[in-house]
């Protein structure tokens, strides 16, 4: 193996490393659904009087009951498209200075979107103003949170052995969930106890902060990677790979790479069941199960969880199955059974009417869905050789092009023919996705020459 294609990374700090890029997928989605937390407890009416109007509630300086449910999606939506259209650029970006500068400006960039978003909820804003300043806002905020996941996925790439890259990203993404399950009770107990605005404030504080903190311990050279302790790390079925920035040509070559392709067509079938979910969960408990919002708050971060035990547990298990079966059969296998199961769980929930089935399924849906997360950022890595943040960015252009439907295409489904419709549909296009699998082979990899 060529020397310079090997990565030195110190091996006492692999999985500090890890943790690390654990709080920023943890933080940084605490943050982004925390404004979907704001929306379905403060923004969006939910009182009609007798004439027809919707009551626009107020205590104090926070703002209630301002927006429609479809007003409040293209505020979601807002973030995802901006997101979804600075995503490319943003892997050419995270390839050229490295994963470590990339998250060191994602977390400070993220974190003042988050500041200023509480700020300008206490500007005292009419409801037509304050909707068009968050849709701006919110999109800048896209932007800025671009490097997360392509970002952790080349670091992964870098600075975790080969043999554990898929337990690594497994736990990446874990945290990440866990970051989404807390956002309903805890990003909800800071806005009953301080109003929504200064939950804002509070949560991209700390955004902020921990990219104030990754300035001190993160690796610090030019290619991304630590230096200390070193020993090369090898694996004969998982490449290792080289920080050294592709050529441009390359990244032509890699949009038309097959495997990318349908990874990337799978994995926005996976953005577009996760973004159902993350999005209009608690409002399908509120509106179709009738659950008192504490009791809704309980069962979104119950569901939500269960994704993030699914990813955890999904790394190892993907691991597992690669050095039973080999990198293609394994993570064949690790999609088609977790998507499968997936969407089969989220079909029987729908039509159960007792809510505690239905939460119990809905757990099982996304702990099943959790368990093949990993397996997209290493194949993604890997078949983009020396592009892998590139070839992440692709990845991730997919998953937020069929998440950024959700947010708009549920609420129309499930106004005009039910909620149990608007999930179902989506259970039909995780199950496809899952399928796409059968044609991937993720040594199918780019020029890493």
């Known amino acids: 193996m060529n020397s310079a294609a090997t990565p030195l990374v110190p091996v006492r700090t692999r999985w500090t490393v890890v943790a690390m890029l654990m709080g920023f997928t943890f933080l940084g989605h605490f943050n982004r659904v925390g404004m979907s937390v704001v929306g379905n407890e403060r923004l969006i009416k939910t009182e009609v009087l007798a004439s027809g109007q919707v009551h626009a509630a107020s205590s104090g300086t926070e703002q209630v009951g301002v927006f429609t449910k479809q007003q409040m999606g293209v505020v979601y939506s807002s973030f995802l498209l901006i997101y979804t259209i600075c995503m490319l650029p943003g892997g050419w970006f995270i390839d050229r200075v490295g994963p470590a500068a990339a998250l060191r400006w994602m977390a400070l960039g993220f974190g003042v979107c988050g500041i200023l978003t509480g700020l300008l909820g206490r500007a005292g804003l009419a409801p037509a103003a304050l909707l068009s300043a968050l849709i701006v806002l919110r999109g800048i905020t896209g932007a800025t949170s671009v490097p997360l996941h392509p970002g952790c996925a080349r670091g992964v790439a870098l600075w975790s052995s080969p043999a554990t890259r ?5 736990l ?37 902060a921990f990219g104030l903190l990754w300035q001190v311990v993160a690796p610090t050279d030019g290619s991304g990677l630590a230096t200390g302790d070193i020993e090369p790390l090898t694996l004969e079925s998982a490449p290792a790979l080289s920080p050294t920035p592709p050529r441009s040509g390359n990244l032509w070559t890699l949009l038309g790479n097959r495997s990318l392709l349908l990874l990337t067509a799978s994995y926005a079938a996976v953005g577009y069941f996760q973004y159902l979910f993350f999005y209009w969960m608690q409002r399908y408990f509120d509106e ?26 999904g790394g190892f298990w993907s691991d597992w199955l690669c050095r039973r079966f080999g990198n293609r059969w394994g993570r064949r296998l ?9 969407a089969a769980f989220a079909l029987i929930g729908i039509n159960q009417t007792d809510p505690e089935a239905v939460v119990a399924l809905f757990a099982l849906a996304l702990g099943a869905l959790g368990l093949c997360e990993g397996i997209f950022w290493t194949a993604s890595t890997e078949v983009g050789g020396r592009a ?23 609420p129309w489904l499930a106004d005009k023919f039910g909620w149990g419709i608007a999930i179902g549909v989506a ?16 040594s199918s990899g780019g020029d890493d020459a």
Do not use: H
């Open 172 to 208: 990446v993404t874990c945290g990440a969930l866990i970051g989404v399950a807390l956002s309903y009770p805890l990003f909800g107990l800071l806005i009953d106890r301080f109003q929504w605005q200064t939950a804002c404030i509070i949560s991209g504080g700390a955004l902020f």
């Open 427 to 442: 259970c039909g296009i995780c199950a496809l996705g899952g399928s796409l699998w059968l044609g991937i082979d993720p």
């Open 388 to 410: 892998g943040g590139f070839a992440s960015a692709v990845l991730n252009t997919g998953g937020n092009a069929g998440g950024m439907l959700a947010p708009v295409v549920t």
């Open 288 to 313: 179709s199960l009738k659950l008192p919002e504490q009791e809704s708050r309980a069962a979104a971060f119950t569901v939500t969880i269960a994704m993030a035990v699914g990813m955890g547990i």
């Open 334 to 342: 690790s999609a088609l059974v977790g998507m499968g199961l997936s």
């Open 166 to 170: 898929t337990t690594a990203n497994g």
